[in-house]
């Protein structure tokens, strides 16, 4: 089965700090990747997504994220955080195909952004 | 607009009640799904539907059901059997292999 590991469960970083939250996977194939935003009491947002093609990609508020195959990861980088990005980040795989996709997510990393 | 609902925001349940949790999609989605969110424990999948009259258990079933018999529209009961009911619950929808989400649904049984 699928799994998904986030290492970090919480990151603290200064305002204008670059970041980098980590993503590893475990699945025999590449699997679709997302990275979700969710605020407090509110749903998941996606942030961006894997599918194919190329391995960095960009996604909204800054955002942008790099599969790597050979390190089965797929980490979430901004290169200057806002006081607005503090929340909490999941990482999710789904496998491609089939009449039973679903998605697994990995247990999030709460950030926090010191003014 | 289009989107995904969910009714009510908060829910107040006493122990040993059944209650229905609402999801509805205007996105015309054929894949509908629902996570339970604990502190510290992520996403964890309950129930997921591909497409309308089917369903399929997800990671922790076990005291919930659901139906499916509209594409819009895929409701959540947390039956009596759920032990430790209180949780944020998620409805999403998705095709081609993106899910998107509902604000979610906080319910405390008391």
């Known amino acids: 089965a699928q799994s998904v590991t986030q290492p970090d469960i919480h990151i603290t970083v200064s305002e204008g700090a670059s970041l980098e939250l980590r993503c590893n996977y475990s699945y025999g194939a590449t699997p679709y990747l997302f990275w979700y935003v969710q605020s407090p009491g509110q749903g998941l947002q996606l942030l961006l997504k894997?599918?194919?093609?190329?391995?960095l990609v960009q996604g909204i508020k800054g955002f942008e994220a790099e599969f790597k195959r050979s390190q089965s990861s797929f980490n979430l980088r901004k290169p200057s955080v806002h006081w607005s990005d503090a929340a909490e980040y999941f990482c999710?795989?789904?496998?491609?195909?089939?009449?039973?996709?679903?998605?697994?997510f990995g247990k999030g990393t709460l950030l926090t952004v010191n003014p | 607009d289009g989107g995904i609902t969910q009714s009510p925001k908060y829910l107040f349940r006493k122990e040993g009640q059944n209650v229905t949790l609402s999801c509805e999609q205007n996105l015309n989605h054929d894949a509908m799904y629902w996570y339970r969110q604990d502190p510290g424990q992520g996403l964890r999948l309950i129930y997921y539907s591909q497409i309308v009259n089917d369903f399929q258990k997800g990671d922790i079933a076990e005291g919930y059901s659901v139906s499916r018999e509209k594409k819009e529209s895929f409701p959540l009961t947390v039956t009596s059997a759920q032990k430790n009911p209180t949780a944020f619950y998620l409805c999403?929808?998705?095709?081609?292999?993106?899910?998107?989400f509902g604000p979610g649904t906080r319910l405390t049984v008391l």
């Open positions: 999403a929808s998705g095709n081609s292999g993106t899910e998107f």
């Open positions: 894997y599918f194919s093609g190329d391995t």
């Open positions: 999710a795989v789904g496998i491609s195909g089939g009449s039973n996709y679903k998605l697994t």
